[in-house]
């Protein structure tokens, strides 16, 4: 095996320099690609079907459930989902019906539907969820009808 002439020995030549760039450029792609599939994989999907008939009567749901004038505070400790409404007093809002689905925010494999049970002004659900960022997706109606929709987002630190 001969050994390359001593002048091109230690110096950066053409091919070296191509070799370093197609491998740069190779791991950019490969990582690009990899986080497109994971991105295009685990997309829950369509909130609604049709975009333009959902915006239609956006602004009057909005004006009516901001009317309502409720908070709402989500939390699990000790394994116990808790959602406490509370009115613009501070007092726990007449809540008629809750409904909710728990579940992280980029896909929908962990979702839940907590069976509420309403105690003193708060829902409480036992889940057994893992630590990290979640998502309470909730529908709740006022006495005399009016719909309360909201996306609670929040830290479970486990």
């Known amino acids: 095996m001969s050994t390359p002439p001593e002048s091109t020995r230690g110096k950066m030549t053409g091919g070296k320099v191509l070799a370093v760039f197609v491998s740069a450029f190779g791991i950019i792609i490969s990582v690009n690609l990899v986080m497109a599939y994971s ?38 400790t000790e ?24 579940g992280r925010a980029t896909h929908t494999r962990d979702d839940l539907s907590p069976e509420f049970a309403y105690e003193g002004g708060t829902f409480t659900a036992p889940v057994s969820i893992a630590p990290g960022n979640w998502n309470l997706r909730l529908v709740a109606t006022a006495p005399d009808g009016t719909e309360f929709r909201q996306r609670v987002s929040f830290r479970h630190r486990g």
């Open 39 to 76: 991105a295009v994989s685990t997309f829950p999907g369509l909130e609604v079907r049709n975009s333009y008939v959902a915006s239609q009567g956006f602004n009057d749901r909005l004006t009516a459930q901001r009317s309502l004038g409720w908070d709402v505070q989500v939390g699990v």
């Open 79 to 102: 394994g116990q989902l808790r959602v406490v409404f509370t009115d613009p007093d501070g007092s726990p809002a007449n809540v008629a019906t809750m409904d909710a689905t728990l």
